[in-house]
C-alpha cells in the first residue's frame, strides 16, 4: 500500500501522489461517493416526472434544521482539519481537543436529524408515502447511517490519540478518519440544497 | 508579513474557507427571499454547493496538494452529477 511522508505538514508536500490517509479509505470513499451520486441524479430525474409533488411536499420539511445541521457539520470538518494540523506538530493533547468538538458536533446532527425524523414517523410517514419521501427517507436515513459510522471511527482514533497512539511521524490513522469525516460532509452539501432548497 | 510556520499558515487557510463556507451556506439559505425564477434561485444554489463541496475537497481533504489521478476523483464527482441534475431541473422547468 502507498505511503506518504507524515512528519510534515500539507504545505511541504505539494507534489504527493496519493491522498492523506490509507489509499484504502479513498477507494472505499469514491464508491460511496458514486453511490450517492446515482441517488441524487436519480432524485432529480424523478423529479421531472413529478414537479408539483415534490414542490408540495418539499415544503413540509424543516429547513431551518437543515440549514444548522449543514453549519453543525461544516464546523465539524474543520475542527478534524484542525485535529490533523495539531498531530502533524505532533501535539496529541490539542489533537484529542479537536476529535472530541468534532464529535459533539457529529452528536449534534445526529439528535437534531433524529429529531426530524421522529416528527416525519410521528405523523405516519415513509418509504411508501409518496415518491418524494421515498426518496428523502432514503438518501437522508443512508447519510444518517454514515455519520455513525463516520463517528464511530473518529472515536476509535480519538481513545488511540488519548493513549499517545499518534505522533507527527506516524498519524496515517488521523488522517484516514479525517478524509471519511469530510466525505460525509461532502456528501450533506449537495444532499442539503438539492432536497430542501432547490424548486 | 511572511509567517514561516506551514502548519500556521494551513490553520489561517483552513479557518478562512470555514467562514466561506458558512456564508455560502447562509447565501444558499435565504436565495429563497431574493425573488429570483425559482430555475435561476435553483442552478445558483447547486452552484454555490459544488464551490463548497470543491472547498472541502482540495482545503479540507487536502487534494490541492496531490498530483495526477488522485486529484481529480472529487471534482468529477462534483460536477458530473451537477450538470445531469441541473439538466434534470432545466428539464423539468421547460
Not at chain 1, 78 to 88: D, E, G, K, P, Q
Not at chain 1, 90 to 105: E, G, H, P, T
Not at chain 2, 22 to 49: C, E, R
Request: hydrophobic share 50%.
Amino acid at each position: 500500500m502507498p505511503t506518504i511522508e507524515n512528519n510534515s505538514t500539507a504545505a511541504d508536500r505539494p507534489n504527493d501522489r496519493y491522498p492523506p490517509g490509507d489509499l484504502a479509505i479513498w477507494i472505499f470513499i469514491l464508491a460511496e461517493l458514486a453511490v450517492f451520486a446515482i441517488a441524487f441524479v436519480g432524485y432529480a430525474f424523478a423529479r421531472t416526472y413529478n414537479v408539483e409533488l415534490f414542490d408540495e411536499y418539499q415544503q413540509h420539511l424543516d429547513r431551518r434544521s437543515a440549514l444548522i445541521n449543514t453549519l453543525v457539520l461544516i464546523t465539524s470538518s474543520y475542527f478534524v482539519v484542525r485535529a490533523v494540523h495539531a498531530i502533524r506538530e505532533d501535539d496529541s493533547r490539542r489533537c484529542v481537543q479537536w476529535l472530541s468538538a468534532a464529535l459533539l458536533m457529529g452528536a449534534l446532527f445526529l439528535f437534531i436529524k433524529g429529531a426530524e425524523f421522529a416528527h416525519h414517523f410521528s405523523l405516519g410517514i415513509n418509504l411508501s408515502t409518496n415518491t418524494f419521501y421515498m426518496f428523502y427517507l432514503s438518501l437522508t436515513i443512508f447519510h444518517f447511517m454514515h455519520v455513525i459510522m463516520a463517528m464511530v471511527i473518529l472515536a476509535a482514533i480519538l481513545l488511540k490519540a488519548k493513549r499517545g497512539g499518534y505522533s507527527a511521524r506516524d498519524h496515517r490513522g488521523v488522517e484516514t478518519g479525517a478524509s471519511y469525516w469530510h466525505m460525509v460532509d461532502l456528501v450533506w452539501l449537495i444532499l442539503f440544497p438539492l432536497v430542501y432548497v432547490m424548486h | 508579513m511572511h509567517d514561516e510556520n506551514p502548519s500556521r499558515n494551513d490553520n489561517r487557510t483552513c479557518t478562512l474557507v470555514w467562514l466561506t463556507m458558512i456564508g455560502l451556506t447562509l447565501v444558499t439559505y435565504f436565495s429563497d427571499k431574493l425573488g429570483w425564477n425559482d430555475l435561476g434561485v435553483s442552478l445558483g444554489v447547486l452552484l454555490l454547493a459544488l464551490i463548497k463541496g470543491h472547498l472541502v475537497g482540495a482545503y479540507f481533504m487536502e487534494l490541492r496538494h496531490v498530483r495526477g489521478f488522485w486529484r481529480w476523483p472529487i471534482t468529477l464527482w462534483l460536477f458530473v452529477p451537477g450538470i445531469l441534475i441541473s439538466a434534470a431541473f432545466y428539464l423539468a422547468d421547460s
